[in-house]
């Protein structure tokens, strides 16, 4: 079955510590995008990429790195330096054909908390 | 001013009535809109997409688009109690250099 898989699902990480969150998907989508979900709050972008080896930053970057060496795969750092990192992340793909058509599939999600 | 804007809510409505959420966006160059329903702790899945001015129906749900006054809606008719959750706006267009942008979400409550 075609789809996008994020893991881990749940991840702790100590002050101070990078941790990388992983996302594929096998639906051969041309963009990938990390969102950002605080309790209560929407989505917010924090990076996309539409090509194998480009991405750009989102509204919320600061703090966090990503890659994307294969089309199949957009993983997430969260490094040190974003200081208040507890959070559900979301990672999405869509296909870019121009028309407009571009529904997002998630993945399941990963909740980060900080101990 | 946020680029898509919602009612946070919570908006609730009683068991069979008409549910209606809206949506604005700040970028008339938006070319595709999308409501998907978050229940919590979940990832959000899309109920409809439209592209075009005027109403799309499927089902219990409708969508209303109006570029003119860059709003968009989403009607839920008959709610059901499993309708409970939180439901995002999403826009699309060239002009957001094609990123998926959100808004904060609309938390619904249906009462039965």
């Not at chain 1, 089309?71 to 507890?86: D, G, H, I, M, Y």
Request: glycine content about 10%.
């Amino acid at each position: 079955d075609g789809g996008i898989t994020q893991s881990p699902k749940y991840l702790f990480r100590k002050e101070g510590q990078n941790v990388t969150l992983s996302c594929e998907q096998n639906l051969n989508h041309d963009a990938m995008y990390w969102y950002r979900q605080d309790p209560g709050q929407g989505l917010r972008l924090i990076y996309y990429s539409q090509i194998v080896n480009d991405f750009q930053k989102g509204d919320i970057a600061e703090g966090y790195s990503v890659s994307r060496e294969k089309k199949e795969s957009f993983p997430l750092t969260v490094t040190s330096a974003q200081k208040n990192p507890t959070a559900f992340y979301l990672c999405a793909s869509t296909i870019l054909n121009g028309g407009g058509d571009t529904e997002a599939f998630f993945g399941q999600g990963t909740r980060l908390t900080v101990v | 001013q946020k680029e898509v804007e919602q009612n946070s809510g919570p908006l609730s409505v009683p068991e069979g009535a008409i549910a209606s959420l809206n949506c604005t966006y700040s970028d008339r160059g938006s070319q595709s809109f999308f409501w998907y329903r978050q229940y919590s702790g979940k990832s959000p899945e899309l109920i409809m997409f439209i592209y075009s001015n005027g109403d799309k129906e499927d089902g219990r749900f409708t969508a209303q688009l109006n570029k003119a006054s860059q709003y968009v809606s989403l009607l839920i008719r008959d709610s059901q109690p499993s309708d409970s959750a939180t439901y995002l706006c999403a826009v699309n267009g060239d002009n957001q250099g094609g990123k998926l942008i959100f808004g904060q979400g609309t938390e619904l409550s249906v009462k039965p």
